[in-house]
């Protein structure tokens, strides 16, 4: 499998969205400048390739500070690229502003993780969805606009809609905030959603049926949708497919199933076991490793090496390419070079995980 490919797709299928070594940093600003002195940037995203494809959840999992919601805004247009490409249907995209941009954001839509934040407080739900309708729909008459509010929150199970349209945001509930920041961005009718942690504030007892909610609306529209969380668990219950992303790059990715069930880098390892599991006899022997390093100055070579505990020497010189675990799955990682050295370590890696995913007895 190329590195363009996100894997567990049918043969022949085109990407909706695409990353195609994607890059972003950011200036980092404050101090005072001195004369020679290099300018220092954050290392957001490095060299990310990922594709969304119609009909299909790709969930994209890793710690905070790890890129995902940076690589989810750069799919949105909303920062510049430092390099690579977004591609729309094969075709590189730019539309930072103006009608280009109007024109991307209703094929790709973005959905928040505070759906407190992303409503105007002073505006009622009506006003809110009324400008959002009136953007995406500038034809229809004011009774045909009221009409597609209604069809909207009949979709998202908020019924009746008049119950809901005339309360400020305020007067409801986290859940139904993010069930109508969804339904704002039905409203453009998009190919691509983009869910930036969409069940992190919620409740646990509500996620499950936002989660729900979203599965049916991309199957319904078979529109693609990249799903932002730091919850591995939840990757294998609602995506097809997994990338996992550490330190701004893409480490391991393929179909849900085998990520989360064969996981094959140290590092996706590290995020099963640290999962709450009380069936799992190893939950309480996961160890510290430390933390995350600085995106200023990352490491050279593979940027886990410093917590792997099964790190080798070119780890810390070299990054390794992808290497196919099995058909669709692949881990930047050296465990999985075809030499003495690696095959070893890869034993010492297989006795590991097989400890801590030992059910309890």
Same mark, same amino acid.
């Given at each position: 499998?190329?590195?363009?490919?996100?894997?567990?797709?049918?043969?022949?299928?085109?990407?909706?969205?695409?990353?195609?070594? *994607?890059?972003?940093?950011?200036?980092?600003?404050?101090?005072?400048?001195?004369?020679?002195?290099? #300018?220092?940037?954050?290392?957001?995203?490095?060299?990310?390739?990922?594709?969304?494809?119609?009909?299909?959840?790709?969930?994209?999992?890793?710690?905070?500070?790890? =890129? #995902?919601?940076?690589?989810?805004?750069?799919?949105?247009?909303?920062?510049?690229?430092?390099?690579?490409?977004?591609?729309?249907?094969?075709?590189?995209?730019?539309?930072?502003?103006?009608?280009?941009?109007?024109?991307?954001?209703?094929?790709? !839509?973005?959905?928040? !993780?505070?759906?407190?934040?992303?409503?105007?407080?002073?505006?009622?739900?009506?006003?809110?969805?009324?400008?959002?309708?009136?953007?995406?729909?500038?034809?229809?008459?004011?009774?045909?606009?009221?009409?597609?509010?209604?069809?909207?929150?009949?979709?998202?199970?908020?019924?009746?809609?008049?119950?809901?349209?005339? #309360?400020?945001?305020?007067?409801?509930?986290?859940?139904?905030?993010?069930?109508?920041?969804?339904?704002?961005?039905?409203?453009?009718?998009?190919?691509? &959603?983009?869910?930036?942690?969409?069940?992190?504030?919620?409740? *646990?007892?509500?996620?499950?049926?936002?989660?729900?909610?979203?599965?049916?609306?991309?199957?319904?529209?078979?529109?693609?949708?990249?799903?932002?969380?730091?919850?591995?668990?939840?990757?294998?219950? &609602?995506?097809?497919?997994?990338?996992?992303?550490?330190?701004?790059?893409?480490?391991? #990715?393929?179909?849900?199933?085998?990520?989360?069930? !064969?996981?094959?880098?140290?590092?996706?390892?590290?995020?099963?076991?640290?999962?709450?599991?009380?069936?799992?006899?190893?939950?309480?022997?996961?160890?510290?490793? =430390?933390?995350?390093?600085?995106?200023?100055?990352?490491?050279?070579?593979?940027?886990?090496?410093?917590?792997?505990?099964?790190?080798?020497?070119?780890?810390?010189?070299?990054?390794?390419?992808?290497?196919?675990?099995?058909? =669709?799955?692949?881990?930047?990682?050296?465990?999985?070079?075809?030499?003495?050295?690696?095959?070893?370590?890869?034993?010492?890696?297989?006795?590991?995980?097989?400890?801590?995913?030992?059910?309890?007895?």
């Amino acid at each position: 499998m190329s590195d363009e490919t996100t894997g567990g797709t049918a043969a022949g299928d085109e990407p909706v969205l695409q990353a195609v070594h *994607v890059t972003k940093h950011f200036a980092v600003r404050g101090g005072l400048p001195r004369r020679g002195a290099t #300018k220092k940037v954050v290392h957001a995203v490095e060299d990310v390739s990922l594709d969304l494809y119609a009909g299909r959840i790709t969930a994209l999992v890793g710690e905070s500070g790890s =890129g #995902k919601s940076t690589l989810a805004r750069l799919l949105a247009q909303l920062y510049p690229l430092t390099g690579g490409e977004i591609r729309l249907h094969g075709k590189p995209v730019q539309a930072l502003r103006g009608k280009a941009f109007r024109e991307h954001v209703r094929t790709v !839509q973005l959905i928040l !993780q505070d759906p407190f934040s992303s409503f105007n407080p002073v505006a009622s739900i009506a006003g809110t969805l009324r400008r959002a309708v009136a953007l995406h729909h500038p034809g229809k008459s004011a009774k045909e606009r009221a009409a597609v509010i209604d069809d909207l929150l009949t979709q998202i199970n908020l019924v009746p809609p008049r119950q809901f349209t005339e #309360k400020f945001p305020h007067e409801l509930s986290g859940g139904q905030l993010q069930r109508l920041s969804i339904a704002r961005a039905l409203a453009a009718d998009p190919e691509v &959603f983009l869910a930036d942690e969409p069940v992190s504030s919620l409740d *646990v007892s509500i996620r499950l049926g936002i989660l729900n909610l979203l599965r049916h609306l991309t199957e319904d529209r078979n529109a693609a949708m990249l799903y932002v969380t730091h919850d591995i668990a939840s990757a294998r219950y &609602f995506a097809a497919d997994t990338a996992v992303m550490y330190a701004g790059q893409v480490v391991e #990715k393929g179909p849900s199933e085998a990520v989360t069930q !064969q996981a094959a880098h140290p590092y996706t390892q590290l995020l099963i076991a640290s999962a709450p599991d009380p069936s799992r006899a190893g939950a309480d022997r996961v160890r510290d490793i =430390g933390q995350p390093p600085s995106l200023i100055d990352p490491p050279s070579g593979c940027r886990f090496h410093p917590r792997c505990p099964f790190a080798m020497e070119r780890c810390a010189t070299d990054a390794p390419e992808p290497f196919e675990i099995s058909p =669709g799955h692949t881990a930047r990682c050296w465990l999985y070079a075809d030499d003495p050295e690696a095959r070893a370590k890869r034993a010492d890696n297989a006795e590991a995980v097989a400890g801590l995913t030992a059910p309890a007895s």
